[in-house]
């Protein structure tokens, strides 16, 4: 798919939450003070007062805007629901990033500037630079080794095959259909760059310095892991449905 030669003008920051309100006044502070753009952050009714302190912070900041949902609807369909946001308010790029500092502030222009010759741009553990701060030696391997299965499974165009930092332009959101997104945890990752490597999309992958969350817990679970697991086998045996609009799967090669 072709290229856009323009920097993005418009640009919408995602951010889901879920008990995350130590993290969320400095980390808005941090987004705002690197780029100029409008920060989207899904809250699912959050228990420790997320989506009320983030409340308080849209009434004096005109770029922010708040949406709360009702119970704890998990992070792929928020990110749907981001990426339909960006399309139907004419934005020409979105970014999602976690709340906890891993996906860091300071790398946000980066990855802007990198979308002017790349449809999706990742910030990447897996190039080199690149690097997972303060995790043991066992974890690392095990995400480095999933991720390398998934990579080779799937023939994907993404060493980082999981990442969640990513900025996404206007023309490869507009190529897939978001009502057959169905995966969730990593397997979302998994089953739209899997779409975007079959429609041909340019891929680049900056390297980001990737470290433990600050304050809260994490939300993986040994369970989204081996759901991920089984979305690599689901979307090569055709399992899952292409993502991708119709008339895009129709100009794309079978794999």
């Given at each position: 798919m072709p290229v856009s030669p323009t920097s993005a003008s418009r640009v919408l920051i995602?951010?889901?939450?879920?008990n995350e309100r130590e993290n969320i006044p400095t980390l808005?502070?941090?987004?705002?003070?690197h780029v100029d753009a409008d920060v989207l952050l899904i809250d699912d009714s959050s228990p420790d007062g997320t989506g009320e302190i983030a409340d308080a912070i849209a009434r004096t900041e005109p770029r922010l805007h708040v949406v709360h949902r009702e119970g704890k609807q998990g992070v792929a369909s928020a990110?749907?629901?981001?990426?339909?946001?960006?399309?139907?308010?004419?934005?020409?790029a979105m970014v999602e990033m976690d709340a906890d500092f891993s996906h860091p502030?300071?790398?946000?222009?980066?990855?802007?500037?990198?979308?002017?010759?790349?449809?999706?741009?990742l910030g990447s553990r897996a190039v080199p630079g690149g690097a997972i701060l303060g995790?043991?030696?066992?974890?690392?391997?095990?995400?480095?080794?999933?991720?390398?299965?998934?990579?080779?499974?799937?023939?994907?165009g993404v060493r980082d095959c999981t990442g969640g930092f990513r900025c996404t332009t206007r023309a490869a959101l507009e190529?897939?259909?978001?009502?057959?997104?169905?995966?969730?945890?990593?397997?979302?990752?998994?089953?739209l760059n899997r779409a975007w490597t079959l429609a041909g999309?340019?891929?680049?992958?900056l390297p980001i310095r990737f470290?433990?969350?600050?304050?809260?817990?994490?939300?993986?679970?040994?369970?989204?892991?081996v759901e991920s697991l089984l979305v690599v086998l689901r979307l090569r045996f055709g399992l899952i449905p292409s993502a991708l609009k119709s008339q895009v799967r129709r100009a794309t090669p079978a794999h």
């Open positions: 995602l951010i889901a939450t879920y808005l502070e941090s987004v705002f003070a990110h749907v629901l981001g990426f339909r946001h960006a399309l139907d308010h004419g934005y020409d502030p300071e790398d946000l222009p980066r990855l802007l500037e990198a979308s002017r010759r790349a449809d999706v741009v995790r043991s030696r066992t974890r690392n391997l095990l995400t480095r080794l999933g991720c390398a299965y998934a990579r080779t499974v799937l023939a994907l190529i897939i259909d978001w009502s057959r997104v169905t995966s969730q945890g990593y397997g979302f990752q998994l089953e999309a340019r891929f680049e992958e470290p433990d969350r600050r304050a809260g817990t994490s939300k993986m679970t040994t369970s989204i892991l």
